[in-house]
């Protein structure tokens, strides 16, 4: 079929299906993705064509076909010309539901965090007249208003309903005036009544003072000084609640050390240092420190750090037991991330209104040492598809005791070399192999035995059980009784190409699953003189190894690996042993060597046989 092209102006028929990311509903028309606002996923519309760039076409609906029963009648009159409101003609009740659909699906596709526990949104106690803050576009006649996203064409605005009444009276005493500037910021108290407007107009026609740098707000009865080019929340009452959730998610005693990184103003600083022992606030603006300071006036507990985030934590005073986070949409540098991790505080509290990157930042954080404990939406902008989250984080626990239930040197040094920490508790459970029993089944059987004979002595952790056996054209050789033995087996072995099997049992004592495997590598063993095997021999290295050699003896080198695992010969294939660690919940406190590659010859066959119980 061919493509038929649009043009800006035509109208098109299409079903929404989806959500888009700024807040349009989602289309396909003829091969083309469409991005239609005022749409709804499930509605069919007709749609106009506003404009066209290489990957997308935008439009807006001009009329419902089959109207989705969460569509209310838009009160604003600028709706759908500005396009700072994206969502009025959506129930608020179905806005608190897809901002929490939203949060769910980013930690999904970009935080691969699935099963995340996302709270219900918590609603704004006001839908409209809740913002502080506005910036306007200045138009050619010095009127004020704002610029169409996608058409870039300026709307003028004689009321917005998103702004408190202290902006709407500034907006009505500015506007046409304001003709020597571009673009205009307006900040307001609504319970101070103090403001702000930037930059500084010098018209003598303008009637209200300009050019102020700082103004005043108020969050539960504590003023805050703001410079005009700081960061402060927009939404007064929602900000109060937010401060809420933050203190009832790090649940605090009055003992703690808390930093508060990215801290801006300080506002989580100064209103939560009534209930910990110590803050500590970072913040890379001088100006935002100077008021930060002012605003800390009384408290003496406080500690504004000026710098990046990512130097301070470097060499922070004390550790600290509770770190906030709130930093711009673009969310965390990974040197902060790096330095966080190093810190390891045990409760971590991220603030985000960009799903996005806070999905990013956490996938950072838990893949090492955290994990999120639940995340909370609050709707800090009503009617727009922004979605403020509190993400709760606490340290993953430490994992129980590591026990190798074997005497082995050579696994004991290969769990060594790996970074972990573990004890030896060898096991004395029978090694004897069974009438008609495979080499496969009765290393697996001797490896569970094993572990199992540790675990039922201990109450958690996890255990460790391997046996080891080379296989000759089926038939499995175990250690030698004596050296006459080690001889007769050699002998066999010399020039042979066979195979090392070695069973594989992880146990998790807390809860009593176990995992067991085993994993095939395949040998050549080279032919060897008398005289290097009686040296071997009397070396004494082939009397607690199966098939009497090792392929790791370097004066003797008896064989090569040529396929599978070379820990697996040693006697614990440890990328195999690491999964089923990781499968059962075991998460290492520390960064551990990765074999594969290094002694795994880059591949490891790990066979779909594994063997589950518990």
């Known amino acids: 079929m061919v493509q ?57 609906v001009v009329k419902v076909l089959s109207p989705s029963p969460d569509r209310v009648d838009p009160p604003c009159r600028y709706y759908g010309e500005c396009t700072g409101c994206q969502w009025q003609h959506l129930e608020y009740q179905a806005q608190l539901k ?11 596709r970009v935080g691969g965090l699935n099963g995340t526990r996302v709270l219900d949104t918590l609603p704004s106690p006001s839908q409209y007249g809740y913002r502080n803050h506005a910036r306007f576009t200045v138009g050619r006649a010095g009127d004020l208003g704002f610029v169409n996203r996608e058409t870039r064409r300026f709307v003028r605005i004689e009321r917005c309903m998103l702004m408190h009444d202290g902006i709407n009276r500034i907006l009505v005493d500015l506007q046409d005036g304001c003709g020597e500037t571009t673009q205009l910021a307006v900040r307001a108290g609504r319970d101070t009544g103090d403001f702000l407007v930037q930059p500084l107009l010098k018209d003598p026609s303008v009637v209200i ?13 504590r003023q805050f000084r703001v410079a005009s080019p700081s960061f402060f929340q927009v939404n007064i009452d929602q900000t109060s609640q937010l401060i809420v959730v933050v203190r009832g998610a790090v649940n605090l005693s009055g003992t703690e050390v808390l930093l508060d ?41 406080v500690e504004f750090l000026l710098g990046k985030t990512e130097d301070i934590l470097v060499d922070l005073p004390l550790p600290p037991d509770v770190v906030i986070l709130d930093p711009p ?7 902060a991330l790096d330095q966080l991790l190093s810190l390891r505080s045990p409760r971590l509290v991220y603030v985000s209104c960009d799903p996005e990157t806070l999905a990013r930042d956490l996938k950072v954080l838990c893949e090492k040492h955290y994990q999120v404990d639940q995340i909370q939406p609050l709707d800090m902008f009503p009617q727009t598809h922004h979605v403020e989250c509190v993400a709760v984080l606490n340290l993953k626990p430490t994992p129980g005791p590591l026990v190798l239930a074997s005497g082995s040197p050579r696994r004991r040094e290969l769990l060594t070399e790996l970074g972990l920490d573990f004890v030896v508790q060898p096991s004395n459970a029978p090694e004897e192999p069974l009438d008609g029993e495979t080499a496969e089944d009765m ?9 199992l004979t540790v675990a039922v002595g201990l109450t958690d952790g996890f255990v460790i059980g391997a046996d080891s056996t080379v296989v000759l054209e089926g038939r499995s050789i175990g250690k030698p009784d004596d050296e006459d033995d080690a001889r007769r087996m050699l002998r066999e072995l010399r020039g042979t190409e066979h195979q090392v099997i070695t069973g594989l049992t992880v146990v998790n004592v807390s809860t009593g699953q176990r995992l067991t495997d085993h994993m095939t590598a395949e040998i050549v063993m080279r032919n060897f003189t008398d005289e290097e095997m009686e040296a071997s021999i009397a070396s004494g290295t082939p009397m607690d190894k199966a098939g009497a050699y090792a392929v790791q003896d370097t004066v003797f080198r008896p064989a090569t690996l040529q396929g599978g695992c070379y820990t697996n010969v040693v006697g614990l294939p440890l990328c195999r042993m690491l999964e089923m660690l990781q499968e059962l919940g075991y998460e290492p406190q520390a960064d551990l060597f990765t074999p594969v590659g290094s002694q795994c010859l880059g591949f490891c066959p790990f066979r779909d046989h594994s063997e589950v119980a518990g």
């Open 209 to 221: 003072p300009t050019g102020q740098k700082h103004y005043l707000e108020s969050v539960d009865d």
């Open 261 to 301: 990184a990215y801290t801006g103003v300080g506002t989580f600083a100064v209103l939560l240092a009534p209930f910990v022992k110590r803050v500590y606030a970072i913040e890379e603006s001088s100006a935002a420190v100077e008021d930060a300071k002012e605003n800390a006036a009384g408290l003496e507990n």
């Open 4 to 60: 038929q092209k649009l043009s800006i102006g035509q109208e098109i028929q299409v079903d929404l299906l989806s959500w888009g990311r700024l807040g349009e509903a989602m289309a396909c028309h003829e091969g083309q993705d469409v991005f239609v606002l005022g749409g709804i996923p499930g509605e069919s519309v007709v749609a106009e064509v506003v404009r066209i760039r290489r990957k997308y076409v935008a439009a807006r």
């Open 329 to 335: 949409r673009a969310g965390c540098q990974p040197s």
């Open 443 to 451: 290393v697996r059987r001797l490896s569970r035995d094993k572990a």
């Open 98 to 108: 897809n901002k929490r659909h939203k949060v769910v699906d980013a930690l999904q």
